[in-house]
């Protein structure tokens, strides 16, 4: 077998990188299954926390035009909560970009 182009080690050196390589398509597949059940459990969560925001935001929307109501008959400023963005706090001259 002197025409052999591969000797021993080097048919050793080939099987081990040709399992190495085999490993890890194997790993990768596996993680991607694991990938894809969380990405399915995180659309849930995001669906679901979406739908909490509809009905909190119906329901404080209801409870600002009920107490809207109540101070037009009583003709007192309703209690809106102070806005905390920056546009609220800040002079427009601050919120400029600076490049």
């Not at 194997?26 to 969560?45: C, M, N, P």
């Not at 739908?51 to 809106?80: G, I, M, N, Q």
């Amino acid at each position: 077998m002197s025409d052999w182009p591969l000797n021993d080690t080097q048919l050793v050196i080939a099987a081990i990188l040709g399992l190495m390589l085999i490993v890890l398509i194997v790993t990768a597949f596996q993680k991607t299954g694991v990938t894809r059940k969380e990405f399915a459990r995180l659309q849930k969560d995001v669906k679901r926390l979406s739908d909490d925001v509809k009905e909190l935001r119906l329901s404080e929307e209801t409870r600002f035009l009920k107490e809207l109501k109540a101070s037009k008959a009583d003709d007192k400023p309703p209690s809106v909560a102070p806005d905390s963005s920056p546009s609220a706090t800040q002079p427009p001259s601050a919120l400029r970009r600076v490049e």
